[in-house]
């Protein structure tokens, strides 16, 4: 029998209060927290604990993730104040990312019926996005999005669909 975590890393509906899931969670939320103390010199031996893998990513404090273990920066991100990425799914950025205030990356959603919802069942979807790809402030792209190479997302988008290579959306 599947456990939780791989049902959720396989994008089927997983019970997001699992002890091993709300454990990964809390390891997270450590981590995030001791790296935000330092928002000026950012620890990038703290970055290193939480992702799993060393990484040229600069990531300006505060940010804060589901688990970390499920992000794949490319070489030469950046990303502005309060990033926010629920990576219950895998979250893969390409090269030359640049990321303004205020962004929510959410691979998690919740059922419809709200009868399943209340019963602690979640989904989660992975996100791609693909090379020099510039996301604006307060953009918030939900489960399943692909996001082509070259594109810019203005401030304020909701991402729901894929968004193909070098378009504004």
């Given amino acids: 029998m599947a456990s939780q975590r791989e049902l959720m890393l396989r994008g089927e509906p997983y019970l997001s209060m699992d002890p091993d899931l709300v454990e990964g969670r809390l390891r997270a939320k450590r981590l995030c927290h001791k790296y935000n103390q330092e928002p000026i010199d950012l620890?990038?031996?703290?970055?290193?604990e939480l992702l799993g893998y060393e990484t040229d990513a600069y990531v300006e404090a505060p940010f804060r993730c589901d688990y970390g273990v499920n992000i794949r920066f490319g070489k030469m991100f950046y990303s502005n104040y309060n990033l926010t990425i629920l990576d219950?799914?895998?979250?893969?950025?390409?090269?030359?990312?640049?990321?303004?205030?205020?962004v929510t990356i959410a691979t998690a959603g919740h059922p419809i019926d709200p009868q399943t919802r209340?019963?602690?069942?979640?989904?989660?979807?992975?996100i791609t996005i693909g090379d020099r790809v510039w996301i604006g402030a307060?953009?918030?792209i939900?489960?399943?999005?692909?996001?082509?190479?070259?594109?810019?997302?203005?401030?304020?988008?909701?991402?729901?669909?894929?968004?193909?290579?070098?378009?504004?959306?």
């Fill in 138 to 140: 307060s953009v918030t």
């Fill in 88 to 102: 219950c799914a895998l979250v893969t950025f390409g090269d030359n990312i640049m990321i303004a205030p205020n």
């Fill in 43 to 48: 620890d990038k031996t703290v970055l290193k």
């Fill in 118 to 126: 209340i019963s602690g069942w979640e989904f989660a979807k992975p």
């Fill in 142 to 169: 939900l489960p399943g999005v692909t996001i082509g190479a070259d594109t810019v997302i203005g401030a304020g988008s909701v991402v729901t669909k894929d968004i193909p290579a070098r378009v504004m959306a």
